[in-house]
């Protein structure tokens, strides 16, 4: 019973599911927690009726978590388009920004040559292949969820020859939603449901990379801000901006898009490529659920940040630079000035301080 309530809870979706029969013997991890779960099992059931507290298990299952990191871990939802659109970036900027001249070093090379870093079909574990779904209460919404990210610029069509494949067999990922905190959307029927972040179930495609840290390890911890202090009449400002859909700004090389193709196909006319019997969708950014998006958009941020310019707009025509005389003028975001991981902060004295920045 412990087995099934968590596997319906994380992701596997109907009663059905979440009962079937295992397909082969548990990995280590699986292993692990089931050792653990038998232990508290054995526990429960050596404790007398009355020792165990009441519990409405059905609300429980309900509430929203939260990880060991200080994360909230949200259930799975069913997606509709009337509740995804809210949580897009626009149009003009979905799938819009080129991602690879913003990274560097090993990063960019295995965006640019995804061979670096695909695992052989030997290392691949086999139970992470299942075909996920993507989740949405009908066919007819999946296939509108589908159109409106090919809409959006975030998915592309793809051909066969594109998707990759283990022992032959082509590897294909799913689609659900988290809810976005309290925001709602009125739907068609008039009710009021939460907005929902679009998440790609990737598993099966995490399941043959390598994994890309990117800038991850620059990050500065909690333990660099402690000696901060500031003298008479100084102020601290600091500044935060959650970007909405910000993965999905990105685009990535057509060399990735195969690793991330749907297992749910639309109407080959309804995108354009009336040349094919059904039309593939796979995601063409570094979508949520992708095991490297976070290494790899951390680094393209920071890129744009180190990449930055000041300008000042003006009325007057005649106090305008070109571009070029901008880009000599406008000093970019000098590195000394980085908080990261790996460098003290403070680094010497105020003035360093002053002009801090981070990602």
């Known amino acids: 019973m412990m087995v099934c309530a968590l596997n319906s809870h994380w992701g596997l979706g109907s009663v059905e599911r979440a009962l079937s029969p295992p397909s082969g013997p548990p990995s280590r991890p699986q292993y692990s927690s089931l050792v653990r779960l038998a232990t508290a099992a054995d526990a429960i059931c050596e404790m007398h009726p009355g020792e165990l507290p009441e519990c409405d298990w059905r609300a429980e299952m309900k ?209 354009g490529r009336p040349d094919l019997d059904e039309a593939r969708l796979a995601s063409r950014c570094p979508a949520m659920g992708w095991k490297l998006a976070v290494g790899v958009t951390q680094m393209a941020h920071r890129g744009m940040l180190r990449r930055a310019r000041e300008t000042r707009p003006s009325t007057d025509t005649s106090l305008l630079y070109s571009p070029e005389e901008m880009r000599a003028k406008s000093p970019t975001l000098e590195p000394r000035f980085e908080i990261r991981r790996d460098r003290a902060f403070p680094v010497t004295d105020n003035d360093d301080e002053k002009s801090a920045w981070l990602i």
């Open 63 to 271: 509430h929203t978590r939260v990880s060991y990191e200080g994360e909230e871990v949200s259930v799975a939802e069913a997606l509709t388009v009337e509740q995804v659109i809210p949580g897009l970036p626009p149009k003009a900027i979905a799938g819009s920004i080129d991602i690879v001249p913003l990274l560097d070093g090993h990063t960019r090379e295995c965006i640019l040559k995804p061979s670096l870093m695909r695992l052989s079909d030997d290392e691949v574990d086999r139970t992470a292949l299942k075909r996920p779904s993507v989740r949405a209460p009908s066919v007819e919404e999946k296939d509108a969820l589908m159109i409106t990210l090919w809409e959006y610029n975030i998915c592309g069509v793809v051909d066969d020859a594109e998707v990759w494949k283990v022992d032959g067999f082509d590897v294909e990922n799913g689609m659900f939603g988290v809810k976005r905190s309290v925001d709602q959307v009125t739907c068609r029927d008039g009710k009021k449901r939460s907005q929902l972040r679009t998440i790609m179930h990737m598993v099966p495609s995490n399941s043959l990379q390598e994994v890309i840290l990117g800038d991850i390890n620059m990050l500065p911890h909690e333990g660099q801000w402690n000696s901060l202090h500031l003298t008479a009449f100084e102020i601290l400002s600091m500044s935060l901006r959650d970007r909405k859909a910000y993965f999905y700004a990105f685009y990535l090389p057509r060399v990735w898009w195969g690793a991330f193709t749907s297992c749910h196909r639309v109407n080959r006319g309804q995108v």
